[in-house]
């Protein structure tokens, strides 16, 4: 087995990092293998906005739990997120893993490959941080939020444009738990030959 396909097939979600932070040769290759993702058309509409700032990691993880707090539980809520603003009551809940590294993706509202575009790049960085020792986890919270004014007022801080929204997000940091060990592989298959 070549060492790229090695290297996609040992990679797995981490949720628990060490406080040390990645070296910024290290974020800017994460980020490169992001920028080389195909994107429909060739827009690279996309853009990448790397926290690395505690103050505004706080700031972001702050944001998430008032956004959380702000949307009414209704019948209809679903339980996963149910779960997430009931988290939220605790003023120190945690919604980014304590990642010292945390990766926004945003695109363009309006261009129907938006999700497909980030999603790949994601993809890429993800898989770019595992070659190089450093773990990583999407995370949806933000992507969820993205419409809400609360969150808005936040992007805005963070210089992500007003025709964009959040499609994915991804924590990274080194590793301070062993991952717990990929699925069975499900019988997704279909060859026709
Ligand atoms: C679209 C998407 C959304 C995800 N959202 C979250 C999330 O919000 N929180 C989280 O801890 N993991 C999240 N994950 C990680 C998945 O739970 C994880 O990839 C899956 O369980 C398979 O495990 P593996 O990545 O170790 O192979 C997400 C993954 C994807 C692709």
């Not at 339980?79 to 939220?88: F, M, R």
């Not at 790949?120 to 992507?143: D, R, T």
């Not at 994915?168 to 738990?177: P, T």
Request: hydrophobic share 40%; aromatic share 6%.
């Amino acid at each position: 087995m070549n060492s790229i396909i090695e290297n996609m097939l040992t990679r797995r979600s981490v949720r628990k990092f060490k406080e040390n932070q990645i070296s910024e040769e290290d974020l800017s290759t994460i980020l490169m293998a992001g920028s080389y993702a195909p994107s429909g058309m060739g827009m690279q509409s996309w853009k990448f906005t790397a926290i690395q700032n505690p103050q505004t990691l706080k700031k972001v993880n702050e944001a998430i739990r008032q956004a959380l707090l702000s949307i009414p539980i209704v019948e209809e809520t679903h339980p996963y997120v149910v779960s997430l603003i009931e988290k939220a009551q605790d003023e120190s809940a945690e919604f980014l893993y304590h990642a010292p590294t945390y990766i926004i993706v945003s695109n363009l509202k309006d261009n129907q490959n938006s999700m497909a575009d980030c999603a790949l790049a994601i993809g890429n960085m993800m898989l770019a941080a595992h070659s190089l020792g450093i773990g990583s986890c999407w995370l949806n919270q933000l992507p969820g939020l993205t419409h809400l004014p609360l969150i808005r007022e936040l992007l805005n801080d963070l210089d992500i444009p007003k025709t964009h929204d959040v499609y994915g997000s991804v924590v990274m940091g080194y590793a301070a738990e062993e991952p717990k060990p990929a699925d069975p592989r499900k019988d997704v298959i279909n060859i026709i030959r």
